[in-house]
């Protein structure tokens, strides 16, 4: 455990983490540290490795020894009920075999803290109606998941991880597949989850204006590396986004909220 | 304050759901004897107790009815809820308790016995029954045998096209040896594959019964588990639940019970896709109350089925199987158009 400590600086931290599906590995001796109450942003171009990251540090996909840690324990080493208790994973919506409803969906995020053959109490619907109204989807809770929007959806999902209430919250490409009036809908709900809640918030996504926008920190991949990481300030950049997406870019910035709008195709 | 209504499922609901389910099977349960080709006279029945060889209403009652209809509740208990197991693990409608291969596993069991006419009984089990249920345990090992866990969890589609394999090589196995058979073979044969609940002595009915219950049980002590699965496998991960072993012994508990309960009945159809399906348009997905009850349900679907089987073309008898179809395929078709009109799915 001595080595463990020497490394005491973030809230998650990875050390060399290499990961491979096959035999080509996705990441590549990736080490980071998100401390404590961050918003970071995961970017890189489709096939960087974003979403694997993402399911390595929430405990989705397997670890080798000594590459992830969390609060400066091996990742490996936490109780699958523990680390559901602190981190929660949220994919990206999509539909389910089964029609369960809204309310069945959001309160299995209550799940690690049930014992088995036991069922959600007053407490877990109170926690589970309070999450819902924060990504206001309570008037869906009797609706079947399948049939509502995908935005809709995806705010359910964020609701189900809000009331498993974990400090960390790794959401992989929430905005995606959503319209713009969704993904601000959903932003917001994770700032203010972040600000608010002090919600270490890590989401891996394709849109850099929204990026520069609502993270305070952006980690950039290339090919299963980390190409650079920083503010957005110092990320979005012509020359490293040229070169990491491989096109011509030109950068604009918004004056309203000094946020960066990164146009393709300028040359 | 929550202004929700608490329709999800709680110990009220649950109860409740139960209830009903179980006032159903107690329903079939006592009525269904009263039924056959033969009219009996209850009374008299109950006068002379089991024993009285002279008692004729007595004798249909106890010695034909009674243990036929037992083993009507276990089998469609057990081929039901395996199927609702199976539906949730592997995250698809058409998963049955035959996907992965029990069925024809042991059937090849019972044909082998049966060409190499070992009729015999051991500790009151029928040596068929016994070959058909180390098919059907040997079919399940092998299945899960070619399946390798990756990144925390079994690809279900490798453990669907190994179950496919499984069921084409063996029944491609057992229609060898039927070919190859003599004329009181191939009857025997085609008789175990056509599947039955014709007993008559509670010994085989005791002795399947504890496995199936303990099986039943096992399988609803990890059900919130299996809900979440048939959610979403990295979802569920998030969630604190151990996937593979949540699945492994998902897997193993509902094939046991499968395998069991084929051994005595043969492959009876249907059931296991269809009840789990009816109950869930009722109920929901939650497998909490799935389980309970398809295992009350498919009790009663499976005597009602049999009932009918052997008192429509009365003295002569059609295989439960056939009735399965016959009254399931309708009524699944009248559940779903209902629950269509109403928006449930």
């Known amino acids: 455990m001595t080595e463990e400590t020497e490394i005491s600086s973030g809230l998650i931290t990875t050390q060399g983490l290499t990961f491979a599906y096959t035999e080509e590995p996705v990441l590549r001796d990736v080490s980071l540290n998100i401390q404590a109450g961050e918003f970071t942003g995961v970017i890189g171009p489709n096939g960087s490795g974003k979403s694997t990251l993402l399911k390595l540090i929430g405990g989705i996909l397997p670890v080798s020894p000594n590459t992830v840690f969390f609060k400066n324990h091996e990742l490996g080493h936490y109780k699958k009920r523990d680390l559901a208790i602190s981190i929660a994973w949220i994919p990206q919506e999509k539909q389910m075999a089964f029609s369960f409803k809204v309310i069945d969906i959001v309160l299995m995020g209550r799940h690690p803290y049930l014992s088995p053959l036991s069922f959600e109490g007053k407490n877990d619907y109170q926690i589970a109606a309070d999450a819902m109204r924060q990504t206001q989807v309570l008037q869906f809770a009797q609706r079947n998941f399948n049939e509502i929007s995908g935005g809709e959806k995806q705010r359910v999902m964020i609701a189900s991880a809000i009331s498993q ?99 393709p195709g300028h040359s | 304050m929550t202004d929700l209504p608490p329709t999800a499922l709680n110990t009220r609901k649950f109860a409740k759901g139960i209830a009903l389910f179980f006032l159903i099977f107690l329903a079939t349960l006592l009525l269904a004897p009263l039924i056959g080709p033969t009219s009996i006279n209850i009374g008299k029945a109950l006068s002379g107790g089991v024993h009285a060889t002279d008692n004729i209403d007595a004798n249909i009652l106890f010695l034909a009815r009674i243990p036929r209809i037992l083993l009507g509740a276990v089998t469609g208990a057990a081929l039901s809820v395996t199927g609702a197991v199976f539906q949730a693990l592997l995250r698809n409608d058409l998963a049955a308790p035959f996907t992965l291969g029990v069925s024809s596993g042991a059937s090849f069991g019972a044909v082998v016995a049966i060409s190499l006419n070992l009729n015999f009984v051991i500790l009151g089990i029928s040596t068929l029954s016994i070959a058909a249920f180390a098919g059907a345990l040997g079919t399940m090992f092998l299945v899960f045998g070619l399946v390798k866990t990756r990144h925390g969890d079994f690809p279900t589609s490798v453990l669907l096209l190994a179950g496919v394999t499984a069921n084409f090589f063996f029944a491609s196995m057992v229609m060898f040896i039927h070919y190859t058979s003599d004329f009181t073979q191939s009857f025997q044969i085609v008789r175990w594959l056509m ?123 059609i295989p439960v199987g056939v009735i399965t179809a016959m009254l399931g395929g309708p009524f699944f078709v009248w559940l779903l158009k209902s629950q269509q009109k109403r928006g449930n799915i």
């Open chain 1, 165 to 263: 209430n974990p400090e960390v919250m790794l959401l992989d490409e929430p905005t995606s597949a959503l319209d713009i009036k969704y993904q601000m809908e959903i932003l917001n709900i994770l700032k203010q989850l972040n600000e608010q809640e002090n919600k270490t918030i890590v989401l891996a996504m394709h849109d850099l204006h929204l990026a520069s926008k609502f993270c305070k920190r952006l980690i950039l991949l290339k090919e299963g590396s980390v190409f650079c990481e920083g503010s957005p300030e110092e990320v979005l950049k012509k020359e490293i986004l040229e070169e990491v997406y491989e096109v011509k870019v030109k950068i604009f910035q918004d004056d309203a909220d000094g946020s960066l709008l990164v146009v």
């Open chain 2, 195 to 317: 599947g039955g609940l014709d007993i008559t002595d509670y010994k085989t009915v005791w002795s399947i019964c504890p496995f199936v219950l303990a099986g039943i049980g096992g399988l609803i002590y990890i059900s919130r588990d299996m809900n979440l699965i048939s959610a979403g496998v990295q979802s569920a991960m998030s969630r604190g639940v151990d996937v593979i072993r949540t699945q492994k012994i998902g897997f193993i508990l509902a094939s046991l019970i499968t395998g069991t309960v084929v051994a005595i009945s043969g492959p009876i159809g249907f059931v296991g896709l269809i009840v789990p399906h009816m109950v869930r348009l009722m109920v929901g997905p939650d497998l909490r109350l799935l389980i309970p009850g398809s295992m009350f349900f498919g009790a009663s679907f499976l005597i009602i089925c049999d009932t009918v089987g052997r008192t429509l073309i009365a003295p002569a008898e």
